[in-house]
């Protein structure tokens, strides 16, 4: 099933009047591995201040797409530009707005996690001047305060997951990449990294664009979402009003299935369901 989407939920939260820049734009983006088109066409607006979610069953283009946008994956075709800046051609001008949160372990557990933000901070050339400071407001606002001169190596999962989103946003980015931010959370855990992401979009004004196979995750985040579907977007719109389209109660959960014609377990590749496992049991 590919239904169309229309201009108009293609605009969706784009700004009052339309008149607010995109954070994220993309026009005909497209990547292919040899005969594999993992991304095909793809048209998105984000915009600036929102929590956007890219959902879709393992294969679908979701992390494919992050690598593009986040400059680790060049475009076959098609462009894409994050704060007015072209992935592509200003790479580097990209790198330096963004922070990026890979579903895989990006903290080193050797390190406590003061050094752990030191070496973020160093990476990013702040200001020898400052980066006490800032570390020290990046431990406090994710909590972690009490814990900053202990080891990496034994945080709980959703201690790991907080200071990995206190390392991306050290450098004040202006949008956030999330790949999986909560997989392997109990539900404590997920819910408080919620509440920060929340608090980071309030408090920096920072967009958040977000990969999850959480329909709960998506319904209680995000303002508007893109459903994929072998590369392409087949749905978009915010939860609510995506739900209102089947009608009689309808959860997020009906709405990617009628637009997938999947469940998430189906169609997941072996790599896939390994990687959630090995991410699952380093934040258990």
Known sequence: MRPAVSEAAARCGSGAEGSAAPAVETVRLMRRFGPLTAVDDLNLLVPAGAIFGLLGPNGAGKSTTIKMLTTLLAPTSGSARV?????????????????YIPQLLSADGSLTGYENLLVFAKLYDIRRAERARRIQEALDFMGLADAADTLVRRYSGG???????????????????????????????????????????????????????????????????????????????????????????????????????????????????????????RLG
């Open 83 to 99: 704060l007015g800046f072209d992935v592509a051609r200003q790479s580097v001008e990209v790198r330096w707005r963004i922070g």
């Open 159 to 281: 201690m790991i997951r907080r200071l990995e989103i206190a390392q991306s946003m050290l450098h004040r980015p202006a949008v956030l990449f999330l790949d999986e931010p909560t997989v392997g959370l109990d539900p404590v855990a997920r819910h408080t990294v919620w509440t920060h992401l929340r608090d980071l979009r309030r408090q920096f004004g920072a967009t958040i664009l977000m990969t999850t196979h959480d329909m709960e995750e998506a319904d209680q985040l995000c303002e508007v979402v893109a459903i994929m579907h072998r590369g392409r977007v087949v749905a978009l719109g915010s939860p609510a009003d995506l739900k209102v389209t089947l009608g009689g109660g309808a959860t997020l959960d009906d709405v990617f299935v009628h637009y997938t014609g999947t469940a998430f377990e189906e169609g997941a590749r072996y790599q896939d369901v390994a990687r959630d496992r090995r991410t699952a049991r």
